[in-house]
């Protein structure tokens, strides 16, 4: 019973003996890496087996000479006092049951004689890549060859020597992996380096389109964003001036006013919860123009009197109002009041006008004021509706309704101007290789555009409703090829035919044309 014990445990011993020299004898294709590969005296030396986990037994030779030994290790190190300039360091590597695995040379340099890095950016093509493509790793503005190391996942993957790109296979990437590509020169200089993350094939869902409203937001609108077509839940990305804002989970969500400034450029994009880009649309908050307050100033008054007129004016964005105020076509005030004390000659008509702005839109007033020469009587006021032109009035029609060319206080009302209607208007026009058509649906109307040549990054295309007076604006990212579908949200009618201007603004391009749109 004995012997069979002995004989058991001998044959027990002996396979797991043959396994482990199978390993490492396996190993043994694996490449011995001394790094850094050129050193310098005052480089520490690090000597490990490329892609191998297991433990080795390290001898390092120093000219020829036994000069350190590590046993049962993964890597070994040879510390920067240990070198000198000119030194040969060969490391040998040896699996714990003898099997050789391999060596490496390196040859020490003075400090200062490696070459330094040229300038050079790391890039992963392509940068937000698919679970079905290729990965490419290269240097911009780098000449020559480099070494360059894969992670994935944080664990090394693989090293090319002295190439100046690297790829990995498709297959070789799965659906979140992180793949990291660092880049080093020859000597061990690291140039720098650059992460990607797979995600999996990119589907647009054709019928979802994102909607914002309103519109034309100004800084006291809440924004409301929405997917025409979809009724699951998505998931809701808000960036403000292309920096993520928030994420919401569902079928709307909002952005209050409180977090917007007029200029803000919103993008709303979708997704599914799968990850599949859906859509996205973008706004622009709007300035909100100055609103007139109250305007006092005196009807008339005699020679030798004190002219004093004021007004005021408010701003929903809040910004610093610029005040002037004009006499008879004269600059009088840089403030919101002004005081003149008439004289003996002063007597006349004059107009008043009261301005307020905010740097980018302005509200008027106009007032009249009589001064009388002294001992005449002041004139009555002006009635406005009496059909009687009065001092002070520009028109009288009978009655105080505005809207009708003559306004509530009796003065002509602007005739809008007449929209310029081009001679050949088409329902589809091509601006800057942007191919644009209108489409009308039961749900809504919308404009299409195709990009038919290479991509364009933000572009900025302006929509003009000549008949309504309106205008819509959007940013426009798109590839080549790619569709694009954008809601209007203009107020048409059924059944009938309006003309839209397109204006595309680009960094070195601008330019318009007329498109015609049946509802």
């Known amino acids: 019973m004995k012997k069979i014990a002995v004989f058991a445990i001998i044959v027990i011993m002996t396979a797991l003996a043959g396994a482990v020299i199978y390993s490492s004898v396996a190993n043994a294709a694996?490449?011995?890496?001394?790094?850094?590969?050129?050193?310098?005296?005052?480089?520490?030396l690090v000597c490990y087996v490329a892609g191998s986990a297991d433990i080795f037994d390290v001898f390092w030779y120093q000219n020829g000479q036994e000069a350190q030994v590590d046993y049962g290790v993964s890597q070994s190190t040879i510390t920067a006092a240990q070198t000198n300039a000119g030194d040969e360091w060969k490391c040998d590597v040896y699996s714990p049951f003898g099997n050789k695995v391999g060596e490496a040379i390196v040859n020490i340099a003075a400090a200062g004689s490696t070459p330094q890095p040229a300038n050079g950016t790391v890039i992963i093509t392509p940068a937000s890549p698919f679970d079905n493509e290729t990965l490419s790793c290269s240097i911009?503005?780098?000449?020559?060859?480099?070494?360059?190391?894969?992670?994935?996942?944080?664990?090394?993957?693989?090293?090319?020597?002295?190439?100046?790109?690297?790829?990995?296979?498709?297959?070789q990437t799965s659906q979140g992996d992180i793949w990291k590509c660092s880049a080093y020169t020859p000597f061990g200089n690291k140039i720098g380096d650059a992460s990607v993350t797979i995600t999996v094939e990119n589907t647009s869902v054709a019928s979802g389109t994102v909607i914002i409203t309103p519109s034309h937001p100004y800084t006291n609108d809440t924004l409301t964003g929405s997917v025409l077509g979809i009724t699951e839940s998505l998931d809701l990305y808000w960036y403000k001036n292309n920096q993520e804002f928030k994420i919401d989970y569902g079928a709307t969500t909002t952005i209050n006013p409180s977090d917007t400034t007029k200029h803000d450029v919103w993008t709303l994009k979708a997704y599914t919860p799968f990850g599949s880009f859906v859509?996205?649309?973008?706004?622009?908050?709007?300035?909100?123009?100055?609103v007139m307050g109250t305007v006092s100033s005196p009807v008339s008054l005699n020679e030798g009197q004190s002219l004093d007129v004021s007004f005021s004016a408010t701003d929903l964005d809040n910004d610093a109002l610029i005040y002037n105020i004009y006499r008879n076509g004269q600059l009088v005030a840089l403030t919101n009041s002004s005081s003149w004390v008439t004289a003996v000659g002063d007597a006349g008509t004059y107009t008043y006008i009261f301005n307020a702005s905010d740097g980018e839109a302005s509200v008027t007033a106009t007032r009249t004021v009589i001064v009388n020469p002294i001992g005449t009587p002041p004139p009555t006021a002006p009635v406005c509706g009496?059909?009687?032109?009065?001092?002070?009035?520009t028109c009288d029609d009978g009655n105080t309704a505005s809207g009708d060319s003559c306004s509530s206080t009796c003065q002509i009302e602007p005739t809008p101007p007449t929209p310029v209607i081009p001679p050949t208007p088409s329902k589809k026009i091509t601006i800057y290789n942007l191919e644009f058509s209108a489409v009308s649906m039961p749900e809504g109307n919308y404009l299409k555009i195709r990009n038919t040549a290479h991509k364009i990054d933000n572009a900025k295309i302006r929509i003009y409703a000549t008949e309504l007076n309106s205008v819509e604006s959007l940013s426009l990212n798109v590839d080549k090829n790619e569709v694009k579908l954008y809601p209007l949200n203009f107020d048409l009618k059924n059944n009938d035919i309006y003309l839209l201007k397109i204006n595309v603004i680009s960094d070195n391009f601008d330019g318009s044309d007329y498109l015609l749109m049946e509802t």
């Open 386 to 393: 009496n059909s009687v032109i009065e001092t002070g009035e």
């Open 30 to 44: 694996n490449a011995v890496i001394i790094n850094p590969s050129n050193p310098s005296d005052n480089d520490g």
């Open 140 to 171: 911009q503005g780098f000449t020559g060859d480099a070494d360059f190391t894969w992670l994935q996942n944080g664990n090394e993957f693989k090293t090319d020597y002295g190439v100046n790109q690297t790829t990995i296979a498709a297959s």
């Open 279 to 290: 859509n996205q649309a973008s706004v622009e908050i709007l300035n909100t123009a100055p």
